[in-house]
């Protein structure tokens, strides 16, 4: 088994109230938002990263007050409330206004901005690509007339992470490609100017993924889909999954059972050990204990067996010797069947089972006083599972035991074969074995003990056979059949999908949207200038967006691009340092650089006298498009204003 990974857990922090001095007031900071459909990215432009970042989500449980609304990472555990969850955006367009607020609300009020009845600072806010003159409109009035802010600037978000990166003020030339979390987009910028005709966009983002992944391993291990959770799922594309540089090739790559054992993922799924499993050490003192009792019924039980067989066959030696002594006729072949030739014999044969079936009796009898049920406890206390704290150690001195018990009876047998060789018994003991009688006491006396010793150990190995069989057969049976390994159950093993699932942005016909994938969407783009301007772009691709982190994006590109330029013609492709916050880091450049901030937003003169869809172009925004007046919805000036001491 190859290196097993745990499961990332989704961990957030609550976002911390920031201090509000009196220098941001006085100096009219810009507040730059990157109003993402994934992140919500907020802070001063003072600041050299974003400070606010959390999920653009709310929450309200049932049954609950307004103020008990949950706002991005005040949701400890998303899933809980998932179904509850809202946004306000409908693919990556802001539909809902009434969640916008709330969104606004959380920024303002963890930047303790404490002005009343307004938000006196510019804002800087970011939009999608050909956001519709409606959003835009309706985001303004929001912002002019619920908090009073001075100037609003919007801007595109892919393009001001490009910004950030590629700073020039005139000529520049490069084709974004911007990684969302619901779109895909290629924007072509020519002459630092968005070139929107010319650009094209994909219904596929990172949210697919997720719900890809979802879908393929909850029919991979029907048994966990509930555990299976979306922020699971994004946890492990951020983690485990990667671009594939040339797809098919490295499909056949993974029908090698050598290559899948070194490159799947094993990722362990969270579990409980259930109560009373093999692995407890108690429990196994406890099958142990029981084993112990099962083979004590099991003694008593062969042993009245074979006293019922030894008192069955004394009674028919002693109906043979009546019928001796009458003298019967048939009494002759009755004692050869038994085979005995002789009354005397015969006689020595009775008082032998005579003594064994009282020996019998009196085991029995011991074995049904005694108030412990253990097989060991007349011979071995030593065994006693009160002196051991784990079952091993026991069944390995049980083991240690039984070779003891072993090599004792052989050493007494290989003594009692020396001793008649030699001569130590007569003729007349050798004889007596086989029913005869003793000539001398002593030997008599000796030839006893000796066979007693040997039944002794002999009923001790027997003993410590059946213990260990048992114990063998409780265990393996657990094993096999109960206590299976639960971290093995509760494993996923991440082989193909690492590569199939991020080949949705280059194949989007795998999840079924009949769409051109991101090679051919370049390639279309590229088409559409003539040679000169086709080599600016290609020279200067920047990637951006959530999914250009995932690992071999810039390869996988770089191969696309290089099959459908020219042969021997140049091309660079490049990443954003930072995919998630570029954009927020961008944004803040563009406000503090060349007076853009003042240039091109709208203050609310300009929104009351051209309306909420108004916009001032520059070269990281969207174009203006004109609406005549009677399609324009008309602002509702100084209708509301935030309360006293909320922000």
Known sequence: MGKIYPMPTYQVKSDPFLPYSDQLLRSKVPLIIDNGSYQCKAGWATDEKPPLVFRNLVAKLRGKKENETHIGNDIKNIEVVRWLSKTQFDKNVVTQFDIQESIFDYIFNHLCINTEGRVDHPIILTEPVCNPNYSRQLMSELLFECYNVPQVGYGIDSLFSFYNYNYKPKGVYGLVVSLGHTATHVLPVVRSKFDVRNAKRINV??????????????????????????????????????????????????????????????????????????????????????LLKRVQA????????????????????????????????????????????????LQAGIKKLNCIVRKTKNLIASQQDESQDSPLRNWCEELSLRNFTDAESWINDVKQ???????????????????????????????????????????????????????????QIKILDEILSEYSREFSKCETNFSFNFAEYYQLHLGLERIRVPEILFQPTMIGVEQAGLAETIETVLARYNASDQQKLAENIFVTGGCAGLPFIRE?????????????????????????????????????????????SVNRAEYEEKGGDYLKEHWCSNHYVYLPIGQRRAPQVGTAILPENDS
């Not at 074979?306 to 048939?330: A, I, P």
């Not at 099959?563 to 961008?586: M, N, Y």
């Open 401 to 459: 035991k039984r070779k003891e018990v072993s090599e004792a009876r052989q050493k007494l047998s290989s003594d009692r074969l020396k001793s008649t060789h030699i001569g130590g018994f007569s003729s007349t003991t050798a004889n007596d074995l086989f029913g005869g009688v003793f000539a001398d006491p002593v030997e008599m006396q000796s030839i006893q003990q000796y066979t007693m010793e040997l039944e002794e150990k002999k009923e």
């Open 298 to 345: 099991m003694r008593l039980k062969q042993r009245a067996e074979k006293l019922s067989f030894d008192e069955e066959r004394l009674q028919e030696y002693l109906t043979v010797q009546e019928l001796l002594e009458e003298g019967d006729d048939e009494a002759i072949l009755a004692l050869q069947d038994l085979g005995y030739s002789t009354a005397a014999e």
């Open 205 to 290: 983002g990172s949210q697919h993924m997720v719900n890809f992944l979802q879908r393929l391993l909850q029919l991979k291990y029907p048994v966990h889909s509930s555990v299976i959770t979306p922020s699971r799922t994004e946890s492990l594309i951020h983690e485990h999954m990667y671009v594939s540089t040339s797809y098919m090739e490295d499909i056949h790559k993974w029908e090698n059972e050598a290559y899948v054992k070194n490159n799947t993922h094993i990722v362990q799924l969270p579990y409980a050990t259930l109560p009373g499993s093999s692995t407890s050490n108690s429990s196994k003192m406890e099958k142990c204990q029981a």
């Open 556 to 600: 996988r590109i770089e191969a696309e691009v290089m099959a459908v330029r020219p042969f021997q013609s140049k091309f660079k492709v490049f990443l954003a340092e930072d995919p998630v916050c570029d954009s927020w880091k961008g944004a803040r450049r563009w406000a503090l650089s060349d007076d853009n901030l003042w240039k091109c």
